[in-house]
């Protein structure tokens, strides 16, 4: 049986349950004790993730007790837009506020046969990988789902239509977050509702074997995406602490079982860095290490970290590479960071805004 969330305290700080937290399950279980008949859990639905409601009050085919019912009970405001920062592109940053003042970021990357949106999973991050701006600061909470599921409806609306695309590739780690994760995927996926595809959502890791494990077993066809960024333990351990937790070894296992069981194709993202991992011989390694494995390797340029002494590789090292991936039979293909260019990696907006913050108080 669903649980249904705990009413509202009046204590200043809205601490109402988030709406867009509940599953399908949850909204008919809280009609029910509510004494509704169960469509109103449908038409609650619909104006949250086909109308976009924002307001209780909007629910126009819902009775007022109840709205006013529905309004103590819950918000339906889990996010704010903080600040945005576009490109000629089209490409769009949002800083997203949580009811908490938490700060998030988000990515719209309109592209002419799609719109996809980049989100977060988590304020900031525990996995500190050494190139990536999000885990600088640290770790401060998980995202709850309805606050994940909030960062889907703002694109839909700047838009005016829902995104085709969902990518967790914002801030935070998503394996390690993963029953919130879970369950805003179930949501945007809903067929009634938002209506995004699972083979339209990826999920990004670090290369967290159990929750890779799980994630096999869901029966969900998620797009599967893993960080991998260098073809050696001793290397990716360097830059990626959480390689020590979950070796190269045991994460290409990982991937293996991961593609036996689900059948899914995984791709490996790699982010070129001068002399550190973009190499003739890191690309002969990386075929050695990936062999026959079916697979994908998305490569990428590095985008500039203040905190990482570190540069992009040139164009023609990443070509190099691309070529001796290709020779091997690795289906690779070299990435240009749109959205990255002026508003720069995962997790900076957040940081810049902490530092303006920091420095205006
Ligand atoms: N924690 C997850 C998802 C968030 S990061 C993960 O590690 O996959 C999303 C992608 O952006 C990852 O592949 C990550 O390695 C990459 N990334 C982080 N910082 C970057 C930077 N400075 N330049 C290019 N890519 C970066």
């Not at 819902?62 to 920062?85: N, Q, T, V």
């Not at 703002?154 to 005016?160: D, G, M, P, T, V």
Request: charge should be positive; glycine fraction near 6%.
């Amino acid at each position: 049986m669903a649980t249904i969330p705990a009413a509202a305290e009046s204590t200043g700080q809205d601490f109402r349950p988030l709406i867009h937290s509940l599953s399908k399950a949850e909204m008919a279980a809280v009609m029910s004790s509510l004494g509704e008949p169960p469509y109103r859990a449908k038409q609650v639905w619909e104006w949250l993730y086909i109308k976009l409601a924002t307001e209780w009050m909007a629910m126009s085919n819902l009775p007022l007790g109840l709205r006013e019912r529905l309004e103590d009970d819950f918000s339906i405001c889990p996010a704010a837009i903080a600040a945005r920062s576009a490109e000629t592109s089209g490409t769009e940053k949002l800083l997203v506020r949580m009811r908490d003042g938490e700060c998030v970021e988000e990515v719209l990357i309109p592209a002419p046969d799609r719109k996809t949106v980049c989100i977060s999973s988590q304020v900031g991050c525990r996995f500190r990988c050494a190139f990536c701006a999000s885990g600088q600061a640290g770790f401060r909470r998980n995202l709850e789902t309805g606050e994940i599921v909030a960062q889907v409806l703002l694109a839909a609306r700047i838009w005016a239509g829902r995104p085709s695309h969902v990518v967790f590739m914002g801030i935070g780690e998503p394996l390690d977050n993963y029953d919130n994760v879970l369950k805003a995927i179930r949501i945007i996926n809903d067929q009634n509702g938002i209506g995004i595809g699972a083979r339209k959502i990826t999920i990004s890791t670090s290369g967290i074997i159990p929750a890779m494990e799980r994630l096999a077993g869901e029966g969900i066809q998620v797009e599967l995406s893993v960080s991998l960024h260098a073809p050696t333990q001793e290397l990716r351990s360097r830059l990626m602490p959480v390689g020590r937790l979950y070796p190269l070894d045991q994460l290409i296992s990982a991937c293996r079982s991961y593609f036996e069981k689900t059948k899914r194709l995984i791709t490996f993202e790699y982010v070129l860095i001068r002399n550190i991992n973009d190499q003739p011989t890191h690309a002969k390694m990386l075929c050695r290490l990936l062999g026959d494995f079916p697979c994908r390797v998305n490569l990428l340029l590095l985008s500039p970290v203040p905190e990482f002494k570190a540069e992009s590789s040139s164009q023609d090292a990443a070509r190099m590479f691309v070529k001796t991936l290709a020779k091997a039979s690795i289906n690779a293909t070299l990435r240009t960071p749109r959205g990255l260019s002026v508003n720069a990696a995962c997790g900076q907006l957040r940081s810049s805004h902490a530092d303006n913050a920091a420095s205006a108080s």
